[in-house]
């Protein structure tokens, strides 16, 4: 059975730090280009970062360039994403992506900052 279980979420304040993981189950997690997205409420999901199999490649989306990291440890099926310097904006569900042949998503995390 797939499953991919985000944690870590939380409240924090502005120009906080929280790091995110993905705990993948059920597939072969090194063959799987992974990626985190993020939806605030009344807008569309979007891409928040993107790493290939190996980890030696990464893109983010330019409003968390600088910012936030992602990274994967393939010997612990685990997908991380350390965000820096949180901002009100980046208020919304945050969701693990699993994808190759097939797409995985996690249920998602609740990410608010606020003061």
């Known amino acids: 059975q797939v499953q991919l279980v985000e944690s870590g979420g939380g409240l924090v304040q502005p120009g906080g730090s929280l790091r995110l993981s993905c705990a993948a189950s059920?597939?072969?997690?090194?063959?799987?280009?992974m990626s985190w997205y993020r939806q605030a409420p009344g807008k569309e999901r979007e891409l928040v970062a993107i790493?290939?199999?190996?980890?030696?490649?990464?893109n983010y989306a330019d409003s968390v360039k600088g910012r936030f990291t992602i990274s994967r440890d393939n010997a612990k099926n685990t997908l991380y994403l350390q965000m820096n310097s949180l901002k009100p904006e980046d208020t919304a569900v945050y969701y693990c992506?699993?994808?190759?042949?097939?797409?995985?998503w996690g249920q998602g995390t609740q990410v608010t900052v606020s003061s």
């Open positions: 992506n699993a994808r190759f042949i097939s797409t995985f």
């Open positions: 059920g597939f072969t997690f090194s063959s799987y280009v």
């Open positions: 790493i290939t199999r190996a980890g030696d490649s990464r």
